[in-house]
């Protein structure tokens, strides 16, 4: 997770505010976005020149901040399309959500800054700080008398061994394993444990409340294209980047965002993202296509799973993020869609030739949401935002698996630090908001136990 030669899908994006009031609301105090903020700044290290003095971020934190040093001449011209869209710059980790923006990315300007990079790699000749690689966590070990979480068992080369706890159990495997983890633990929903033959220990919704931000891949082909755009990452950009950290390898493919306010009221956050890449994601298209935009739903409402496949850790578990099961979703997407190809007729862009790829099973379809619908079933796919699967809450709530301090229901001695405690997953990238989650656990955690930050 350290620097790497593409600094490829690091988008820097907390969040609406509002997102974390609603955590608040859902009955877990201490999390609205006045309580989260410090933390934000906390693990901030802004070195964008315009922003580093504002008020809404901090130079002073491990994480760094920066925008890319390399666009594409097609991406500097898709962010003056927006304006011409009718979007204002923003940033959108400010004041303002609703607009167009080059990306704020966890890079140094060069290489990856990665959560590893940045907090892992300072501390690792402590003495309390021992790291297993290439080890597998296969259950957590309760004590089922004491309902009390006593250590991990873990395989490492084959070796089966068992780690014991002497405090508590903190499980970071993300929203997909951890639930994976505890269930093979005995810790989920008791018809799902049953059937897969696992002794109940706790009957919680492991598992269930799945979110994922779904997006809607689309590569537009051009009529006119150039050079750099054919070449951009072939040996040449390998070679500038390996030897001077130089060129296309520098930035983040994943270059402009914009927020688009076209399904609510102005003072609502905006539920739709758009995302520009100079790159072909879609290799169907014809050699030479260099612009791909996606389309987010960035608040969606359905809600999937993630169940035990078989009772083998090494077995993937099945996972349904049923993207559309609300059909307002779908919805969303449609408007999306529409509004992306408005987007892409902003004058600026007309020099390009841009026409709409149509995929070959969409072939012949002649009304234009039939059309849409076709596509986005067939370009749907993951911007791997996985969350909620161990979702935080008040015990009283039997939606939840975790209290406000990420300890597990019923479950003594232990807590779940990860995605999968958001009760609702952030009007953005998750990457931050995960970091923020992380701060925010070590604080309590230290509270916990010295009762004091």
Same mark, same amino acid.
């Given at each position: 997770? #350290?620097?790497?030669?593409? @600094?490829?899908? &690091?988008?820097?994006?907390?969040?609406?505010?509002?997102?974390?009031?609603?955590?608040?609301?859902?009955?877990?105090? #201490?999390?609205?976005?006045?309580?989260?903020?410090?933390?934000?700044?906390k693990?901030?290290?802004?070195?964008?020149?315009?922003?580093?003095?504002?008020?809404?971020?901090?130079?002073?934190?491990?994480?760094?901040?920066?925008?890319?040093?390399?666009?594409?001449?097609?991406?500097?011209?898709?962010?003056?399309?927006?304006?011409?869209?009718?979007?204002?710059p923003?940033?959108?980790?400010?004041?303002?959500h609703?607009?167009?923006?080059?990306?704020?990315?966890?890079?140094? #300007?060069?290489?990856?800054?990665?959560?590893?990079?940045?907090?892992?790699?300072?501390?690792?000749?402590?003495?309390?700080?021992?790291v297993?690689?290439?080890?597998?966590?296969?259950?957590?070990?309760?004590?089922?008398?004491?309902?009390?979480?006593?250590?991990?068992?873990? !395989?490492?080369?084959?070796?089966?061994?068992?780690?014991?706890?002497?405090?508590e159990?903190?499980?970071?495997?993300?929203?997909?394993?951890?639930?994976q983890?505890?269930?093979?633990?005995?810790?989920?929903?008791?018809?799902?444990?049953?059937?897969?033959?696992?002794?109940?220990?706790?009957?919680?919704?492991?598992?269930?409340? !799945?979110?994922?931000?779904?997006?809607?891949v689309?590569?537009?082909?051009?009529?006119?294209?150039?050079?750099?755009?054919?070449?951009?990452?072939?040996?040449?950009?390998?070679?500038?980047?390996a030897?001077?950290?130089?060129?296309? &390898?520098?930035?983040?493919?994943?270059?402009?965002?914009?927020?688009?306010?076209?399904?609510?009221?102005?003072? &609502?956050?905006?539920?739709?993202?758009f995302?520009?890449?100079a790159?072909?994601?879609?290799?169907?298209?014809?050699?030479?296509?260099?612009?791909?935009?996606?389309?987010?739903? @960035?608040?969606?409402?359905s809600?999937?799973?993630?169940?035990?496949?078989?009772?083998?850790?090494?077995?993937?578990?099945?996972?349904?993020p049923?993207?559309?099961?609300?059909?307002?979703?779908?919805?969303?997407?449609i408007?999306?869609?529409?509004?992306?190809?408005?987007?892409?007729?902003?004058?600026?862009?007309?020099?390009?030739?841009?026409?709409?790829?149509?995929?070959?099973?969409?072939?012949?379809?002649?009304?234009?949401?039939?059309?849409?619908?076709?596509?986005?079933?067939?370009?749907?796919?993951?911007?791997?935002h996985p969350?909620?699967?161990?979702?935080?809450?008040?015990? &009283?709530?039997?939606?939840?698996?975790?209290?406000?301090?990420?300890?597990?229901?019923?479950?003594?001695?232990?807590?779940?630090?990860?995605?999968?405690?958001?009760?609702?997953?952030?009007? #953005?990238?998750?990457?931050?908001?995960?970091?923020?989650?992380?701060?925010k656990?070590?604080?309590?955690?230290?509270?916990?136990y010295?009762?004091?930050?």
């Amino acid at each position: 997770m #350290g620097g790497c030669s593409s @600094i490829n899908g &690091l988008v820097y994006a907390r969040g609406n505010p509002a997102d974390f009031d609603e955590w608040e609301q859902m009955g877990n105090p #201490g999390w609205g976005f006045k309580d989260v903020f410090k933390y934000f700044l906390k693990l901030e290290g802004m070195t964008i020149p315009e922003l580093k003095k504002s008020p809404w971020h901090s130079r002073k934190g491990p994480l760094t901040v920066s925008y890319s040093r390399y666009y594409a001449s097609v991406i500097k011209d898709m962010f003056q399309a927006g304006i011409e869209f009718g979007m204002k710059p923003i940033d959108y980790n400010g004041d303002s959500h609703v607009g167009v923006s080059y990306a704020q990315t966890t890079s140094d #300007g060069v290489t990856r800054a990665s959560s590893s990079k940045c907090y892992l790699d300072p501390i690792r000749k402590r003495p309390n700080l021992t790291v297993f690689k290439n080890t597998l966590v296969t259950k957590v070990l309760i004590n089922k008398k004491k309902r009390t979480a006593v250590g991990v068992r873990c !395989l490492t080369s084959g070796e089966q061994y068992d780690i014991m706890a002497k405090k508590e159990v903190i499980l970071s495997a993300g929203a997909i394993n951890t639930p994976q983890i505890l269930m093979l633990s005995g810790v989920g929903p008791k018809e799902h444990l049953e059937e897969k033959g696992i002794p109940v220990i706790a009957d919680l919704p492991v598992g269930k409340n !799945l979110q994922d931000h779904g997006m809607v891949v689309l590569s537009f082909n051009q009529e006119n294209f150039t050079e750099e755009c054919e070449k951009q990452y072939g040996d040449d950009a390998a070679y500038n980047y390996a030897k001077n950290r130089q060129g296309v &390898l520098t930035s983040n493919n994943l270059a402009i965002l914009a927020y688009p306010n076209n399904t609510q009221a102005p003072d &609502l956050p905006p539920n739709l993202q758009f995302t520009f890449a100079a790159e072909n994601f879609v290799f169907q298209t014809a050699p030479g296509t260099c612009l791909t935009g996606l389309v987010v739903n @960035i608040n969606p409402k359905s809600r999937g799973t993630v169940k035990l496949n078989t009772t083998s850790i090494f077995d993937a578990p099945l996972i349904d993020p049923n993207y559309y099961g609300v059909e307002e979703d779908l919805d969303i997407t449609i408007l999306g869609v529409q509004q992306i190809y408005k987007y892409l007729k902003a004058p600026i862009l007309s020099k390009y030739g841009f026409s709409n790829f149509t995929f070959e099973a969409c072939i012949g379809i002649q009304n234009e949401i039939d059309y849409i619908k076709c596509t986005i079933k067939y370009q749907t796919t993951t911007i791997y935002h996985p969350c909620g699967t161990t979702r935080m809450g008040s015990e &009283l709530d039997k939606s939840t698996v975790v209290n406000s301090e990420l300890k597990v229901h019923s479950i003594k001695r232990l807590r779940v630090v990860d995605a999968g405690v958001m009760p609702r997953i952030t009007r #953005g990238n998750t990457n931050a908001p995960t970091i923020m989650i992380a701060e925010k656990a070590s604080d309590i955690i230290k509270w916990t136990y010295f009762g004091k930050f």
